[in-house]
């Protein structure tokens, strides 16, 4: 079995036809029709079943159309690795960040790694956590800092930070105060919150907050930065809920309180794809790990207060 048995399979797959997959290869329609038998003849099972029309998937077809597409990103990743890199120093790191790590992590993360590899081509992407698995899988970012869960057996995470949810109260407002606050305490007020379509995860897991202990959140103010959120909760426009790491920003004009009994964790989670033949996942996953036990101690220190 070659990767181009693979490639023709997939595109005879993905298309549905053989004539149109044969046009896209720039191939000819019978050459291609025997290398995908050929492909069948060494599995021992057919893939495609044959129509006047087109062709379809078999249930083993299915099946083989994902290891196929996964081994040929492997391998297109492993030979840009090969073009783009002869160390680890000269490489790149591709960085996906959901917005509510971009003034928390990758300010310090950037900067751990230019200081040890002032050479290595650095991208980052801000991409909610949907985005970012796809991404990931699909090769077009090396890591990805996202909030978890993830649910493709195609990744794994490599380190965690736990970030519970605060409130972020005005000062001077009612609620001001120190230690664990009951959610439900906030049922009557004004809510500052992220922008659905630039974090939509977050926004649904503080959503959900609300909804699981019986209210909904009159949601009046939005902002699309964790800064923007806090900016607000600060004018005395609402109130927030925010992650705990918020307190490392030492911003003014509020005070955070950790919720008492969340009915949702939160966390902010390193995330890779399975056998990356990257060199430089093993530096950036140290580095990422020693942020997160940094921002963690932080965290501790300064949320002491509220417990």
């Known amino acids: 079995m ?3 048995h693979l490639r023709y399979f997939v595109a005879v797959a993905e298309l549905g036809s053989v004539s149109r997959a044969a046009e896209t290869l720039f191939i000819a329609q019978p050459p291609l029709s025997m290398q995908i038998k050929q492909l069948e003849e060494e599995l021992g099972v057919p893939l495609l079943l044959r129509y006047a029309r087109g062709v379809r998937l078999t249930a083993a077809g299915t099946v083989f159309l994902e290891q196929a597409k996964d081994l040929l990103a492997r391998a297109e990743r492993a030979k ?9 120093a000269a490489g790149l790191a591709r960085i996906g960040y ?3 790590a971009g003034h928390t992590v990758m300010p310090r993360l950037v900067r ?7 050479e290595c081509e650095i991208v980052v992407r801000e991409m909610v956590t949907q985005q970012q698995s796809q991404a990931l899988q699909d090769s077009e970012i090396d890591i990805g800092l996202l909030r978890p869960p993830i649910t493709s ?3 794994t995470i490599t380190s965690e930070l736990s970030d519970p949810f605060c409130l972020a109260i005005p000062d001077g407002h009612a609620l001001t105060g ?3 606050i009951d959610l439900r305490s906030a049922a009557q007020e004004i809510f500052v919150g992220f922008t659905r ?3 939509p995860d977050f926004y649904d897991q503080t959503l959900g907050l609300c909804t699981d202990v019986g209210f909904s959140p009159n949601l009046r103010y939005e902002a699309s930065t964790l800064y923007g959120v806090l900016d607000l909760v600060s004018a005395g426009l609402g109130v927030g809920i925010v992650p705990a790491s918020s307190s490392t920003l030492s911003p ?6 950790l919720l008492n009994r969340p009915t949702r964790a939160g966390c902010l989670a390193l995330a890779q794809s399975r056998g990356d033949p990257n060199p430089m996942l093993s530096t950036l996953s140290k580095l990422t790990s020693a942020v997160f036990d940094e921002l963690g101690t932080e965290m501790r220190q300064r949320v002491a207060g509220m417990t």
């Open 178 to 180: 120190t230690g664990p």
């Open 80 to 88: 840009q690795m090969a073009r783009q890199q002869d160390n680890v």
């Open 197 to 199: 379509h630039h974090g």
């Open 2 to 4: 070659e990767l181009r």
């Open 112 to 118: 751990r790694l230019r200081s040890i590899h002032p």
């Open 153 to 155: 057996n195609r990744l």
């Open 252 to 257: 003014t004009g509020f005070g955070l309180r």
């Open 98 to 100: 959901v917005p509510s």
